[in-house]
């Protein structure tokens, strides 16, 4: 399995030999280093590797992960369950992959804040006239007495809340281009995230 981590920059187009533009998005990674390998066989129980991206002042982690990365200050650590073949300390880089290849890429969500159901559901909000003054974007009822719980607001009725800042994998992406130099890969689509999130990116 190929895999390696990358922060967004923006989205671009390319186009094809037959002269159609396709949507893409830049994804900047620099080289990832392993931080520990997983195996079957050990305590852990199941085969995977874990590595670190970026730099991060050593005075802002703790002394548990300084001594888990050996005193290196990775910004973020990851773990890809199934990678082998890597020992500690091996690096990856974004010419693992190549012009082609399928990949699923999976990180957070843009968040939203605070959302009305409107927005967050897709309610219909209220209707625009007939006397009606201040309910444009109001639920509506959400329950009481009589209702199907009896009286009670049921667990997973839809209302107001925070929205977005969730985990979201888009699947069956294609690899468009690859800049080894610049540590840069192009894949086709959007994915989740503002600018400089950070995506894993796995092979399929």
């Known amino acids: 399995m190929k895999f390696i981590l990358a922060r967004k920059v923006a989205m671009t187009r390319l186009f094809g030999e037959d002269g159609r533009a396709r949507a893409g998005t830049i994804l900047k990674a620099g080289p990832v280093t392993v931080t520990q390998v997983k195996t079957a066989e050990g305590k852990d129980g199941y ?87 201040h309910s444009e974007r109001e639920p509506g009822s959400i329950g009481g007495s009589g209702g199907r719980a009896g009286g009670r607001v049921a667990k997973g009725i839809r209302m107001a809340g925070r929205m977005g800042q969730d985990r979201v994998t888009v699947e069956n992406l294609k690899v468009l281009a690859v800049d080894a130099a610049a540590g840069e890969l192009i894949v086709s689509g959007a994915v989740p995230g503002n600018r400089g999130t950070l995506l894993e990116i796995r092979s399929v």
Do not use: M
């Open 47 to 133: 085969q995977a590797l874990q590595v670190g991206e970026g730099n991060r002042k050593t005075k802002n982690l703790s002394k548990g992960v300084l001594g888990h990365t050996k005193g290196k200050g990775f910004a973020a650590i990851r773990e890809f369950r199934g990678a082998e073949g890597l020992a500690e300390g091996d690096q990856v880089a974004v010419d693992t992959f190549a012009v082609g290849d399928t990949v699923r890429v999976s990180g957070l969500t843009k968040g939203k804040g605070f959302a009305g159901v409107v927005k967050r559901h897709g309610f219909h909000g209220g209707p625009r006239s007939h006397g009606q003054k």
